[in-house]
């Protein structure tokens, strides 16, 4: 539970969807792997909460299906494959795409100024190793694109999608944030120029590279060790 503050948590509103973010950003990065039951009190006590915000954002998960609940036993993170990951970037690298499309032509010259700053912004986080103020930035900079394209529904789908990612895990990672700081740059450019095939190409290896690091750190974590035993089945 490193990094999470249990008291500011405990004073934000529509609690169960934090601790809905907490939980699937810890079974995304591998600390919580499928077949693992998650204890509503341990993870109620660990953030400082009730029981009953953490049952509704388990409600929540199980929707999106990351878990299953076991009658009379409780939740258990689902099973996830490597394809599951890929869908997942696909799915937004579609929708991304398809977002530069509706944006491209309505960007005027104070979006791109805000959009120049934001990857400012991104940079001096980047610089000072500000894993927080590196997602606020990433955060930023998707939005304004998202609201530049004028596409609410298109929008609201992608961050739907972006929900699995674990944003932190990346934004930690130095050399990550060095490649997405490129890619940000490069996107600036694309949409000075009007260059819809440029934008795409930064899409696509945005999240080609999204993938590929978190496919390789959920190796790294054992959530695909075949000499673990199989996850319990949820009608087990």
Do not use: C
Not at 39 to 68: F, H, I, K, N, Y
Not at 144 to 164: E, G, M, P
């Amino acid at each position: 539970m490193a990094g999470v503050d249990p008291t500011r948590l405990g004073q934000r509103p529509q609690l169960s969807e934090e601790v809905a973010d907490h939980v699937r950003t810890r079974i995304m990065s591998g600390e919580i792997r499928p077949g693992e039951f998650i204890r509503l009190d341990e993870t109620a006590a660990a953030l400082g909460v009730s029981v009953t915000p953490v049952r509704e954002a388990l409600l929540t998960l199980r929707g999106e299906g990351l878990v299953d609940l076991v009658p009379r036993r409780g939740y258990l993170v689902s099973p996830m494959s490597r394809q599951d990951i890929e869908d997942i970037f696909w799915l937004q690298t579609d929708l991304s795409k398809r977002i530069v499309d509706r944006a491209i032509t309505r960007y005027d010259a104070a979006t791109l100024d805000l959009h120049a700053r934001l990857i400012d912004d991104f940079e001096d986080a980047s610089a000072a190793g500000d894993a927080n103020g590196v997602v606020h930035a990433q955060y930023a900079i998707h939005r304004t694109l998202n609201r530049t394209s004028r596409s609410d529904k298109l929008s609201r789908f992608l961050s739907n999608a972006a929900r699995y990612m674990p944003y932190r895990l990346y934004a930690e990672d130095p050399e990550w944030r060095a490649r997405a700081l490129v890619d940000h740059r490069r996107m600036l450019e694309a949409l000075r120029a009007g260059d819809l095939k440029a934008a795409h190409d930064v899409v696509e290896a945005e999240f080609a590279d999204g993938a590929r690091l978190l496919i390789e750190h959920l190796e790294r974590a054992g959530v695909w060790d075949e000499d673990r035993e199989p996850p319990l089945s949820a009608e087990a």
